[in-house]
């Protein structure tokens, strides 16, 4: 049965029960206290009467009480007998009472018009008593009357009591009913509903504590849902590093085959005499060359490999941007292609000075190589709040926007990048040290063909 109906038929039944008691009251002893309040009310009347001090007016004592009084003998208290309205035990009994002063009640039926009547037999004076006599049917149609009433009231208070509680315990039942529904969104994980009725008692303080639970169990599960986010991005990413890793080594390992090979073979050349005088000092030449190119293959690979892993320690100081910049114009500008310069001479900013000469220079050196039909190149320097971006532009025919995805990983050569020097890593180099200063950077390809490199520095 729902919580409802039983705090209905809960209440229900103690309207029941009190109607009930109403009702057995009402007819059990309504009518002995109604005598009993006329005998005390016609005891009263009896010592009024018999008090020296007091005027007595029968008359209105009788109308005030709907009764007959009268003073008699005592010895007439035998006519009864002899009318057989009462026994002689009863008759006793009476004398008994008076002569000791108590009053007693009898009740008596008349074959007169006055019918069942109740009698009070009370001490007056030595030789006579005090009878007062009121009807019973009086009291029998107040008591009917009585009853009457009540029942009504028992009708109406039935009708009452049901829809009050009816109406009750749909009011309890219903913010129960609304936390049933939240609770049950939030078993969905949905947390969209609250419990929104003030109230001060104990439901209240469940609607708040089911709505607190609610929004910590969304934020709990907020925070979950980011982990595991950010744990399957993470698991994505070592994926990445993984298949990067195994293709660096792939890579490496061709970058080293072709040098070493070449060591190999001039070199094997040279111990078994094959070559003459001049093509020995050609021979070392290249050796000496390929032998270049190794050790710089591999300080790239070592500082690639210190930035992956963590170890990559930077000296962080003041620097004028501007006078590391000039120095590569002047090294890289020749007579054939020439760098533009656009921006302040005086650039204060805050950096490892050796590795972002390191970034200029992979990013110069690479618009120098790719850069079409010696196109000048362009360094723009831009200055907003406390950053400033440095624009590295080129002119290029080769470079398409889908190759700015894979740009910057490492060993990942162009096809327009074929037949020229460089093993790929160096835009891998310049990612890498960027992301240890904590700056942005980026690429993008503009009107007519110019590729923009650009990073960015704090200000000082």
Not at 36 to 53: C, E, F, H, M, Y
Not at 181 to 188: F, G, L, V
Request: include cysteine; glycine fraction near 4%.
């Amino acid at each position: 049965m729902k919580i409802r109906w039983k705090i209905f038929f809960l209440m229900w039944s103690m309207v029941m029960m009190i109607i009930g008691g109403f009702a057995i009251t009402n007819n059990i002893y309504l009518e002995k206290f109604y005598l009993t309040t006329k005998k005390d009310r016609l005891v009263q009347v009896g010592r009024l009467i018999s008090d020296p001090n007091y005027v007595i007016d029968f008359r209105n004592l009788e109308v005030q009480n709907n009764a007959e009084i009268t003073i008699k003998k005592t010895d007439q208290i035998e006519r009864y007998f002899y009318r057989k309205l009462l026994t002689q035990k009863e008759i006793q009994e009476i004398k008994r009472y008076l002569s000791n002063g108590v009053p007693i009640f009898k009740i008596i039926n008349y074959d007169d018009y006055r019918g069942k009547v109740l009698v009070l037999f009370m001490e007056y004076k030595s030789d006579r008593y005090l009878e007062i006599i009121t009807p019973l049917s009086l009291i029998q149609e107040g008591l009917e009357v009585s009853v009457q009433y009540h029942l009504q009231i028992i009708i109406l208070s039935f009708i009452i009591g049901s829809s009050m509680a009816f109406i009750f315990s749909k009011a309890m039942v219903a913010p129960i009913l609304e936390l049933k529904e939240i609770t049950k969104k939030i078993s969905k994980l949905d947390f969209s509903r609250k419990f929104e009725d003030v109230r001060k008692d104990e439901i209240g303080e469940l609607g708040e504590t089911i709505n607190l639970m609610g929004e910590t169990l969304k934020k709990n599960i907020d925070e979950i849902n980011k982990a595991n986010l950010k744990l399957m991005e993470d698991i994505e990413k070592e994926k990445k590093i993984d298949k990067l890793r195994k293709e660096f080594v792939a890579c490496v390992s061709h970058e080293l085959k072709t040098p070493i090979a070449i060591i190999q073979g001039y070199a094997q050349g040279l111990s078994e005499n094959v070559a003459t005088e001049e093509d020995k000092n050609f021979y070392c030449d290249v050796i000496i060359e390929e032998s270049y190119k190794m050790d710089s293959l591999v300080r790239e690979l070592l500082l690639i490999s210190q930035i992956e892993a963590g170890y990559f320690k930077m000296q962080m100081e003041e620097v004028n941007l501007y006078e590391n910049i000039k120095d590569f114009i002047d090294k890289y500008s020749s007579k054939t292609k020439h760098i533009r310069y656009v921006g302040s001479k005086d650039i204060k900013v805050i950096c490892d000075e050796k590795y972002i000469d390191r970034v200029l220079e992979n990013l110069i050196s690479n618009a120098m190589k790719y850069s079409t039909d010696n196109e000048d190149i362009e360094i723009e320097v831009l200055e907003k709040e406390d950053k400033c971006r440095v624009i590295v532009k080129n002119r290029s025919d080769h470079l398409e926007e889908k190759d700015l995805e894979t740009i910057w990983n490492p060993f990942v050569r162009l096809d327009s990048a074929i037949g020229k020097d460089g093993h790929g890593l160096g835009l891998a180099i310049v990612a890498g040290i960027l992301d240890n200063h904590k700056n942005s950077y980026g690429v993008y390809i503009s009107e007519n063909n110019w590729v923009n490199f650009w990073f960015e520095l704090n200000l000082i």
